[in-house]
């Protein structure tokens, strides 16, 4: 029984909720011990891709606020972190930090002019500024041109963790701390005043709700996960270079987000595997049992073989479409109406 | 110097207008920023190509093509997507179109690959007219005209036609249109369809200058919605000055500063502007009620 709002709001509400939480930390701790190299490489993407969603979760979900220039933010993190590695011989972890802080310093910085705008405005001022990132950083020697970057190993200390399971260490602990993070943010004053302007920022500055601090906090906040996302998901591929942060990784991160369900927790963390599961598999549909025959007979008839991969953005468009018209809650909502009809099951 | 660079502006600010009016066409009547304005341009570019190489058609069957397949595209969009929307608030029409614009991305990198492919127009970006000391190719004196000449006949759909004015009572407002027994519905599809086919024109004008291939638009797109917030997104004469703006100040600050981060400008306008006077040089601030 819930008997305030502090006990709804608690991270393990029950004994089973305690349970199956200790169950998911154990097999996420005993997954590499057993996992192929390849399982390995997609959950640590998976892992990445669960900060930006989160991250980008907070703007969008728990504000209100729309950025279509996330992947300019994961740009910045991925390239601090990078030089700062390999430039200045910087510790990994403490060059991780650092792009995080570059990268909400510039949220920040964006966040500013954000506070007199509102929806398509703010949706056009964050698209321009990553098309404005990517063009600046493959224009830049320092950041390699187009040409990008090699990722240098990872150490830590005197270990060495480029191993793929080193890097999962690294990117499923990080992931499962921000997450945590999150929720526990979203549970304090702060994340009440984001979930306040969220649902009518007039009435929350009534109530005494600072806009200008809160609005440029979140962009702040949201543009530190990305940054972080940025630096691991670099040591995950290995090389970066502008092409990989352009207009539609923005948009793909917005539909992980509106995938899982805006304004939860729980919710990015299922878009962001679901879709970079689709994207992965994807990327080698024709070796998939039964569709991927099928699609390759349909592709030599009417479409090209070459471009079959692309197969994953009309999904995902079709995702982002089907979600806003069928389900505004996503994945998360879903869940919940299941739940509810077997709670009282058989009846 | 300044002549010749003042010149090449107007031909791309040309496009840009072009771009800004399909998106302000449609942003007035149903408030929707529609961020699949430049794949549906892509696509229908695509057509015209098609029907130039595979079927060796004159170029006019394609321009028709193009313009066609863009007018179904647009009814399709609103049709199909848009009119479903559980609840229509910016956030959730800005992500159908946005799912919208993957379908299509997807779909063109699918058909056609991602290798660039040539659209050869009639005519030509190598030959020049000089006078004095200035040049202008052919196809930017092309650009500029069609271009001028169909914002003119946007103007005049607009003013004197039954539609024109079925679609400005509709941007008035719709529930009053509605009262009035003007179909607002019929007439939303119709302002998609009519913004896919400039975009179109648009798509047509970029590509013999850069190339085709899935991603020719996004560059317009950005460009296009920095002309409309520069003119202020619901005027329709402001969005084509700010598009003329937006390509002269651009070719300025490539040939005087820098042309490598000529794509910076755009961005930069925009929140110059955006900071400066929100609603844009002409358009009107719009007050919420409470």
């Not at chain 1, 510039?106 to 002019?113: D, K, R, S, T, V």
């Not at chain 1, 302007?197 to 601090?213: E, F, K, N, Y």
């Not at chain 1, 679901?274 to 030599?300: D, H, W």
Request: glycine residues 10%; charged residues 10%.
């Amino acid at each position: 029984m819930k008997r305030d709002y502090f006990d709804d709001v608690r991270l393990a509400r029950t004994g089973a909720a305690r349970l199956w939480l200790a169950i998911l930390f154990v097999a996420l701790a005993v997954t590499p011990f057993l996992a192929s190299p390849f399982l390995l490489y997609t959950l640590n993407l998976m892992a990445v891709n669960v900060i930006v969603a989160i991250g980008l979760n907070i703007l969008v979900g728990y504000t209100g606020q729309i950025s279509l220039g996330h992947a300019g933010f994961v740009a910045i993190g991925a390239y601090t972190s990078v030089l700062l590695v390999s430039r200045l011989g910087v510790p990994f972890p403490i060059a991780l930090l650092a792009a995080g802080f570059l990268s909400a310093s510039i949220g920040f910085l964006l966040g500013l002019p954000a506070l007199r705008l509102e929806g398509p405005y703010l949706a056009i001022a964050t698209l321009g500024f990553g098309m404005a990132t990517t063009v600046v950083i493959g224009r830049t020697a320092l950041f390699g041109g187009h040409m990008g970057l090699v990722v240098p190993p990872v150490r830590i200390g005197p270990l060495d963790l480029s191993s793929d399971r080193g890097i999962y260490a690294i990117t499923v602990s990080t992931a499962v701390i921000l997450a945590l993070m999150a929720r526990n943010l979203m549970r304090s004053r702060t994340g009440r005043a984001f979930q306040a302007i969220r649902d009518s920022d007039i009435a929350a500055q009534m109530a005494g709700v600072d806009l200008a601090r809160y609005k440029t906090l979140s962009f702040a906040i949201s543009a530190f996960y990305a940054g972080i996302a940025g630096g691991l998901w670099a040591i995950v591929l290995g090389f970066i270079n502008p092409g990989m942060f352009n207009f539609i990784v923005s948009v793909l991160f917005l539909a992980m987000v509106v995938a899982g369900g805006l304004g939860t927790i729980a919710g990015p963390i299922a878009g962001a595997i679901l879709i970079t599961f689709l994207n992965l598999q994807a990327a080698k549909v024709q070796t998939l049992p039964l569709i991927g025959p099928l699609l390759e007979g349909f592709s030599r008839q009417f479409m090209t073989v070459g471009g079959l991969p692309n197969v994953t953005w009309i999904l995902t468009g079709l995702i982002l479409i089907l979600i806003v018209v069928l389900e505004p809650m996503g994945l998360y909502g879903l869940w919940i109406r299941t739940k509810i009809y077997w709670k009282t099951w058989p009846f | 110097m300044l002549e010749q660079v003042l010149i090449s502006g107007l031909a791309y600010g040309s496009i840009y207008a072009l771009m800004g009016l399909a998106m302000a066409i449609v942003y007035k009547t149903s408030s929707v920023a529609n961020f699949a304005q430049g794949e549906m341009a892509t696509i229908s570019t695509y057509v015209a190509w098609v029907i130039l190489v595979s079927h060796g058609a004159p170029f006019h069957f394609a321009f028709a093509g193009a313009l066609a397949v863009a007018a179904a595209i647009g009814i399709v969009l609103e049709f199909a997507f848009v009119r479903r929307a559980k609840q229509p608030t910016v956030l959730n029409l800005m992500i159908i179109t946005l799912g919208f614009q993957m379908i299509l991305y997807g779909f063109a990198g699918w058909r056609w690959g991602a290798d660039q492919k040539r659209l050869q127009l009639p005519i030509s970006d190598r030959e020049v007219f000089r006078f004095g000391e200035n040049t202008i190719s052919h196809l930017s004196l092309a650009t500029i005209l069609i271009a001028a000449v169909l914002m003119l006949a946007v103007y005049l759909f607009f003013q004197f036609t039954r539609w024109g004015t079925a679609l400005r009572a509709t941007q008035q407002n719709r529930n009053a249109a509605r009262i009035h027994g003007v179909p607002v519905n019929r007439v939303m599809a119709g302002a998609f369809a009519l913004s896919a086919m400039v975009g179109a024109v648009a798509g047509m004008l970029v590509a013999p200058v850069t190339t085709l291939d899935p991603t020719m638009m996004w560059d317009p797109l950005l460009k296009g919605f920095a002309a409309a917030v520069l003119g202020g997104l619901t005027s329709l004469p402001g969005v084509i000055i700010g598009g003329y703006l937006l390509g002269i100040i651009e070719n300025l600050f490539g040939a005087y500063i820098s042309v490598e981060f000529k794509s910076v400008v755009a961005f930069a306008i925009i929140v110059i502007v955006l900071c400066v006077r929100p609603s844009g040089l002409m358009g009107r601030h719009y007050v919420r009620k409470v």
